[in-house]
């Protein structure tokens, strides 16, 4: 793609991701769309032939993003808490302007079936480096973590950052206050619940999640 | 109502349940509803303002025939698991000829402002309801709980008992054999943490946990 090609597709989606948070995904049209954007029609179909591609360039985007910042975030320390903290802390930064366009997507996004889903096969790439985050967080903290759970537990806090989003989602307390509070409990429960995982009191409990997980 | 309106009432229902089951949701009007039910389509409005309020009637019928069945069989059994098993079963047993219908619901459902939505408003009392069989199951059990957990318990199970159903709902394996083995790993995982929060070691971690719960 030619720099003006580049810049010209960079407008669309702009344009189209200002259209979602003003006026809902369901509610703008590819028109709409190329209008805020100074286009024809005919060119953003060019560059996007659905409103649900420019979703998945909105995908493609947020990842390149998370990669930029998300390493450096997590290597701030080595406390295993606040690198778990730093991973969801950018998520919801990052989702924060975009609460609109993902209420709406919600409602097709947890059939794994759909294209746009985040549990579903197109989003793979997307998913496995949001996992590897949580793998790098766990991985090089100062938290002794067992063998066995490495593998899985990656996955496990990403599910439960999904968790999180949907609540926020749906969570119409002032400023969503009411999800900084589940996030601040939860958090503090999963950190402990890793550090329990580790007594031998609790190996076959852990033998027993990491069965059901493998399963699935 | 007279015993034949009631008649006439229970049959638009049954025509209704079956073509939502036939032709999904989405694709069935009270037009066909009517047709089926061989009454005018009039008739089916006088009944039913809309397909929603077919919905909720749906999801009334299964509050009464669950609280004929539930309470007995829970009642088979001291043994917690047994117990929860029980109320987990009956569910999905109600829910198994309905499959298309929910798969067509859950999409409205996610959201708890949308009046079928069983996180909403409207459908607190069957909520309600399906929460005390789980109280039921625990209160009278061998299984020691602790007093502090007791109260809020039966709504967390009740939300392990909706993931369960979600999961049921998406899962494409030959007669949902998946959602069987994560309902058999789970429950037993359920039953082993709920013992284990018995132990002076795990007071701390249940009291957070609750704290958690009743900060929502």
Known sequence: ????????????????????????????????????????????????????????????????EARDVVPELIGQSRDLKKRLRAVIDQKFEQFGDHRKLLIALVRIGIDPKHPLSPFGRETEPMRSESIDFFRLAVDE??????????????????????????????DDSPGQRKTKLLTDGTLDLVFRLIQLSSLPLMSPLRKRVLAVVRAM
Not at 142 to 156: G, N, Y
């Open 1 to 64: 793609m030619t720099p003006k090609a580049e810049e010209t597709r960079e407008r669309i989606l702009d344009a189209a991701l200002a259209l979602f948070r003003e006026q809902g995904f369901d509610d703008t049209t590819m028109r709409d769309i190329a209008e805020k954007a100074d286009v024809a029609t005919g060119a953003a179909y060019y560059y996007f032939r659905s409103k649900e591609d420019l979703v998945m360039a909105f995908y493609v985007r947020a990842a390149d």
């Open 141 to 170: 903290s100062s938290t002794k973590v067992p063998k066995d759970l490495r593998a899985d537990l990656p996955r496990l806090l990403w599910l439960y950052q999904m968790g999180l989003v949907l609540f926020w989602l749906f």
